[in-house]
């Protein structure tokens, strides 16, 4: 059993950045991938990014690309989420999420998903 906790979220303005935490619960934290996914007020949850057990290989939706990065302590059973240059579309719950499987976003079903921290960014 893992239990996630999301934090960080919050109001912005266009062009500013935000760092959302996800802490991890248990000992098996390296054994998961983990996947950052958000979703949008009225529309599904789409996936953001995710990186693999010990950080090797990292994956990211076109749309934040070149502006979020996606990393992990082990150490701290803590996963990041570092969002620069934000933009409106951005706005959205942000949700971590654990997969035993694989990190790559075609097989990424999540295991264990997190309560969500919002993120609103002002035009």
């Known amino acids: 059993q893992v239990q996630l906790v999301e934090s960080g979220g919050g109001l912005v303005q266009a062009g500013d950045s935000l760092r959302l935490s996800c802490a991890a619960s248990?000992?098996?934290?390296?054994?998961?991938?983990m996947g950052w996914f958000r979703q949008a007020p009225g529309k599904e949850r789409d996936f953001v990014a995710a990186i693999s057990w010990i950080g090797g290989v990292k994956y990211y939706a076109d749309s934040v690309k070149d502006r979020f990065t996606i990393s992990r302590d082990n150490a701290k059973n803590t996963v990041y989420l570092q969002m620069n240059s934000l933009i409106p579309e951005d706005t959205a719950i942000y949700y971590c999420?654990?997969?035993?499987?694989?990190?790559?976003?075609?097989?990424?079903?999540?295991?264990?998903w997190g309560q969500g921290t919002p993120v609103t960014v002002s035009s």
């Open positions: 248990g000992r098996a934290f390296s054994t998961y991938a």
């Open positions: 999420a654990a997969d035993r499987t694989s990190p790559q976003p075609s097989d990424f079903e999540g295991d264990y």
